[in-house]
């Protein structure tokens, strides 16, 4: 699932419909009337959610889950509950509850996780409004020609390689990545990336690369792919408030280390397919919105040398920089832990330290490390 898809049946020419039985779309079909070039002409009130965008220079409105009639509501329905894990969860509970109200209103029966979405609100919801930073809003900008695999993706940064003659001309390029990349899918900082090191490599004198754009270019895994599929499993956990929240989010945990001790029976790119389906279901993008939450960027990556791995144990990778990090940020917790002579000495030397543990111990300092990650990821 791509972190920009389509959303309600008229994004994708309802392709997800396909995929249910003919019969079954053969009566919501029958019953839906097909609005296709007729979107515009009908009113706000028409849609179970209507998004008011705020950007740096303009806004923008959009519109979605049409719901003029029995047919388009359930396809709405069907559509939201498929997808409603893109959205930022302000629109979420807005969408629900003008679906939930659609629903009853045309003596149809509504989904429990439809019901469970909306919450306890007003059968006749107030608005169908809701008001977002562009930065909110990223999953509402479908685009469709990111739907197809990323060797196949056309961007225009296909075009970089011609146009990077000199080193000023790298040095803009890297000014308007640096611009535009909160704009962008991972997918697409990705085709950048790669179009401006091919170009970069040409140059006779190419200048160092930004370490993010580097990273975004790279073919291989990251060397701390172990310690992010952790940082993951943390704040789901942390996330979840009621039962079924920690069911689902045990179940996602153990997709993301299914797939973290399969990585090598596929390639980076499928990693990173099958790692955005895994954190739409589990809700890790809208939790961390930023890079660090992007899985393109959390996928790939460059092996720091000077940066060594200390111990690897499953999911479980420990750089010295790690170590480093618990020695500066956690010291109160290794005091409650390990005492306070300990604490002064990992301090002072805290590979040297680390290796001399023994295993459970190693295992406590390395949910250390994990937990100074998962505390510098999350938004406070």
């Not at 998004?51 to 388009?72: L, M, W, Y």
Request: net charge negative; with cysteine.
């Amino acid at each position: 699932m791509l972190a920009y898809r389509a959303l309600d049946p008229y994004d994708d020419n309802r392709a997800q419909l396909k995929q249910l039985p003919e019969e079954v779309q053969g009566d919501l079909l029958k019953l839906a009337q097909d609005l296709s070039g007729q979107l515009d002409d009908l009113g706000d009130q028409a849609f179970a959610l209507v998004a008011h965008i705020q950007g740096p220079e303009h806004s923008t409105t959009i519109r979605k889950f049409a719901c003029v009639d029995p047919g388009n509501t359930a396809l709405s329905v069907l559509y939201f509950l498929g997808n409603y894990a893109e959205l930022p969860v302000a629109a979420v509970k807005v969408a629900a509850q003008n679906l939930l109200r659609s629903a009853l209103d045309f003596d149809q029966t509504p989904p429990e996780k439809l019901v469970e979405l909306a919450g306890d609100s007003d059968p006749y919801p107030e608005t169908n409004c809701v008001f977002l930073l562009d930065k909110e809003a990223q999953s509402l900008s479908y685009r469709p020609e990111l739907s197809s695999p990323p060797e196949k993706e056309v961007t225009a940064s296909g075009k970089l390689s011609d146009q990077i003659h000199s080193t000023d001309d790298a040095l803009t390029a890297f000014e308007a990545f640096s611009a535009n990349e909160r704009f962008l899918t991972g997918w697409e900082k990705r085709a950048f990336a790669k179009a401006v090191v091919q170009a970069v490599e040409k140059l006779e004198q190419p200048p160092r690369l930004p370490q993010v754009l580097e990273k975004y270019a790279q073919d291989t895994y990251a060397p701390d792919l172990g310690a992010i599929i952790t940082v993951r499993q943390a704040v789901i956990y942390q996330s979840a408030t009621t039962s079924d929240d920690f069911a689902k989010m045990a179940q996602c945990a153990q997709d993301y280390q299914a797939l973290y001790e399969h990585r090598e029976e596929m390639t980076p790119e499928a990693f990173a397919h099958r790692l955005e389906e895994i954190d739409s279901v589990s809700g890790f993008r809208i939790l961390v919105p930023g890079p660090r939450g992007e899985a393109v960027f959390s996928t790939f990556g460059k092996t720091a040398q000077e940066d060594p791995v200390v111990w690897e144990q499953g999911p479980h990778l420990v750089r010295k920089s790690h170590l480093q990090n618990v020695a500066m940020k956690s010291r109160p917790e290794l005091e409650a832990t390990f005492g306070v002579a300990f604490a002064d000495a990992f301090v002072k030397k805290p590979v040297e330290i680390f290796k001399s543990m023994p295993l459970p111990q190693k295992q406590i300092l390395a949910r250390f490390s994990s937990q100074a990650m998962v505390d510098s990821d999350v938004p406070k």
